[in-house]
């Protein structure tokens, strides 16, 4: 099987909790896929092939894989496509061949999956392209729940850099937190002194950068400034940290943002509004 890790991530208990949703496992009459096992021979046996309708950036391969593989250890699978890579429309992904119940059972939960995080990727590809090289796409925490390091890893393939991954891997300051702390400056100057080391600190006018430099952040996210705003604080901040820029980043708007000299553009749509990939899976009796 192939190796597949992410940090934080247990690939086992992944693939044992969705088949067990799909199963039906726990529930009355529950535990088994009536459709495969009234209709399909135990030894029947298939071979299939995975492939692109539309052109996709690839990702969830080897998940897809530890899907058949629960199921049907023995089954033979070929991965054709590297994770990251650009698949024509029509291009073969995966060829497997194994039990015939195994994958018509694994199917649905290996092609969700794939779809979801081909999908993500191929609309990041679409977002780093169109910066024209300007700045560095980051992702958001607008991930579904449970699905965080999965979509996550989706935007790398795709060729974006990860934001934080949670809550605990920085301070990200926003409107609210400085709304309780009574200002930019003091809601920064309470996580420097306790002692976090990494704050990133949003503003939306141009009179709260001095105040969140001031107080020590060292990361600025610029909220909803149109590029001409964008280009008045790049011009004040100087290099002093790096800058992001946020809000309501589209396809037609990211260009003109990322020219504008901020460091990063950070687009929640990535993982929070990216379409399915088209990706189809035909199977073959053996």
């Not at 649905?108 to 990041?124: P, Y």
């Not at 200002?183 to 920064?188: I, K, L, N």
Request: hydrophobic residues 45%.
């Amino acid at each position: 099987m192939s190796a597949f890790t992410l940090p934080g991530f247990d690939l086992d208990a992944f693939v044992s909790a969705t088949l067990a949703e799909d199963l039906g496992e726990g529930l009355p009459g529950g535990g088994h896929d009536v459709t495969a096992e009234s209709v399909i021979a135990p030894d029947t046996r298939f071979s299939g092939v995975m492939d692109s309708r539309d052109a996709v950036v690839v990702a969830g391969l080897p998940i897809a894989e530890a899907f058949f593989r629960r199921l049907d250890p023995d089954m033979t699978i070929e991965i054709l496509a590297e994770e990251g890579a650009m698949a024509a429309a029509g291009t073969a992904l995966m060829r497997l061949a194994g039990n015939a119940r195994a994958m018509l059972t694994a199917e649905r939960c290996a092609l969700n999956t794939v779809q979801h995080l081909s999908g993500i990727a191929t609309m990041t590809r679409q977002y780093v392209e169109a910066t024209g090289g300007k700045a560095v796409l980051l992702d958001t925490r607008k991930t579904i729940p449970g699905l965080r390091h999965l979509e996550k890893y989706a935007t790398r393939m795709g060729g974006a850099q990860n934001h934080r991954m949670g809550l605990w891997d920085a301070a990200m300051i926003k409107d609210n937190h400085v709304l309780v702390a009574g200002g930019v400056g003091e809601a920064v100057r309470r996580a420097r002194e306790a002692g976090v080391e990494r704050i990133i600190c949003e503003v939306d006018r141009l009179d709260q950068i001095e105040p969140a430099l001031a107080a020590g952040a060292n990361h600025l996210l610029l909220d909803n400034m149109a590029p001409a705003m964008l280009r008045e604080a790049v011009a004040l901040i100087a290099g002093r940290v790096p800058i992001e820029a946020s809000g309501g980043v589209t396809l037609q708007t990211i260009g003109a943002i990322a020219a504008t000299g901020v460091d990063y553009v950070s687009v929640g749509r990535l993982t929070q509004s990216a379409p399915a990939a088209d990706i189809g899976l035909d199977f073959t009796p053996l």
